[in-house]
């Protein structure tokens, strides 16, 4: 099984969260997780969703402030693994071409 997830784990406060978001990702190399970081969250692929869910805790708890928001969306696909790129992969095909990103 491959759970896929989309984590955003930030302080609200004002001015820049970069320190505080960096311990939210660093806290996911304690897990069999692999993951990958975009501009509005980080990716993250584990083999269970036990693995996803102790992952997004430790993320969420790194996180220092008075009060912390976590975003958690997930793709529990039961019947078959597929990967985040496999995913891409399917949508791009669907295009005929790569998807658009500003660089």
Not at 59 to 82: C, M, N, P, Y
């Amino acid at each position: 099984m491959t759970v896929i997830a989309l984590l955003s784990v930030a302080p609200v406060t004002e001015g820049s969260m970069a320190s505080e978001v960096a311990k939210a990702v660093e806290a996911l190399d304690d897990f069999d997780v692999s993951y990958e970081t975009n501009p509005m969250g980080t990716v993250v692929e584990a083999d269970s969703a036990a693995e996803l869910f102790a992952a997004a805790r430790a993320a969420h708890e790194a996180v220092d402030g008075d009060r912390v928001s976590t975003f958690l969306k997930i793709d529990d696909k039961r019947t078959r693994d597929q990967s985040a790129d496999e995913k891409v992969k399917a949508v791009e095909d669907a295009l005929g071409r790569e998807a658009k990103r500003d660089q």
